[in-house]
């Protein structure tokens, strides 16, 4: 069966455009909406979207300066979660199924803040990290990766690089990320080529305003705000330490399902236990 597939460049009140695209019908039903990360990054969500969207709409959307959304300016954590919310508006859709991946499970969570009642259900993937999960992440990479690949990655950061040197900064940051070492070097080589280019700037701004309102002490906020259908779902390789959403999941009493042999991207080492694992989720929610 061939479903539908739409797009459009919404504009936002700001000046900001966003562009979108949407698979499958409507279905009088609660739209999917998928969160990519970052953040900084353009959306990257596309194998995720046909899992799902014989069920009910799903759309997807690069956040603003990334990707085909065109914005020069300032970033903040509020106007992103509003950002959102007027996407949704422009939809038609007074909720949502959230489903956030790594920054956009922080995105998913902010919005469900900002905008309580939006959310029909949030599924959680590889984020959002709560706690003191820095430090553990920063070992574990380190130990994935080899001297000369550390001492590499070092010198790529501090320097002005070009766009031959953005890529392979990007292919040795993400190739950790991946269970299967030999595999994820060649996915994060890909993905270094496609998910360009980086908004530099907007992952440093956002990264220092959740540094000052950290989730962390929110969560009390946010388990009132959360739906009733919410969980997480994590790689159980991922570098990011997965007690990190293990805490999470039961400071905020939320089921956690952990993807084996799979790390911060599950759908692309173990894309059938993804597949049903998320079918469950929305089929669930938006037919309730």
Same mark, same amino acid.
């Given at each position: 069966m061939t479903l539908p597939r739409t797009h459009g460049l919404?504009?936002?009140?700001?000046?900001?455009?966003? #562009?979108?695209?949407?698979?499958? #019908?409507?279905?009088?039903?609660?739209?999917?909406?998928?969160?990519?990360?970052?953040?900084?990054?353009?959306?990257?969500?596309?194998?995720?979207a046909p899992m799902v969207a014989d069920l009910t709409r799903v759309h997807r959307y690069d956040q603003r300066g990334t990707g085909r959304s065109p914005w020069r300016g300032r970033h903040t954590?509020?106007?992103?979660?509003?950002?959102?919310?007027?996407?949704?508006?422009?939809?038609?859709?007074?909720?949502?199924?959230?489903?956030?991946?790594s920054y956009?499970?922080?995105?998913?969570?902010? =919005?469900?803040?900002? #905008?309580?009642?939006?959310?029909?259900?949030?599924? =959680?993937?590889?984020?959002? =990290?709560?706690?003191?999960?820095?430090?553990?992440?920063?070992?574990?990479?380190?130990r994935r990766m080899s001297p000369r690949e550390r001492e590499r990655l070092v010198a790529l950061e501090g320097? #002005?690089?070009?766009?031959?040197?953005?890529?392979?900064?990007l292919t040795l940051a993400w190739s950790t990320d991946h269970a299967d070492p030999e595999r994820g070097r060649s996915r994060a080589a890909r993905a270094a080529r496609l998910r360009r280019p980086v908004n530099w700037a907007m992952n440093a701004e956002l990264g220092e305003q959740a540094r000052r309102?950290?989730?962390?002490?929110?969560?009390?906020?946010?388990?009132?705000?959360?739906?009733?259908r919410a969980a997480i779902l994590a790689g159980a390789r991922d570098p990011r330490p997965v007690s990190a959403l293990e805490a999470l999941a039961r400071r905020l009493s939320l089921p956690l399902v952990q993807v084996g042999d799979a790390?911060?991207?599950?759908?692309?080492?173990?894309?059938?236990a993804v597949r049903a694992h998320l079918r469950g989720f929305v089929r669930d929610a938006v037919t309730a």
């Open positions: 919404t504009p936002v009140g700001d000046g900001a455009r966003l #562009h979108w695209t949407a698979l499958g #019908h409507a279905r009088g039903r609660p739209p999917v909406v998928l969160l990519h990360g970052g953040p900084g990054l353009p959306d990257y969500l596309g194998d995720l954590l509020a106007r992103h979660a509003d950002d959102l919310a007027a996407l949704l508006d422009a939809w038609d859709a007074p909720s949502a199924v959230l489903v956030g991946h956009g499970a922080d995105l998913a969570a902010r =919005f469900c803040l900002r #905008h309580p009642g939006r959310a029909a259900a949030v599924q =959680f993937v590889c984020g959002p =990290f709560t706690g003191d999960w820095r430090a553990g992440y920063r070992a574990e990479r380190a320097m #002005h690089r070009t766009g031959e040197q953005e890529v392979e900064l309102d950290p989730l962390d002490a929110r969560l009390d906020e946010l388990g009132r705000c959360l739906p009733a790390g911060h991207e599950p759908w692309l080492e173990r894309p059938e």
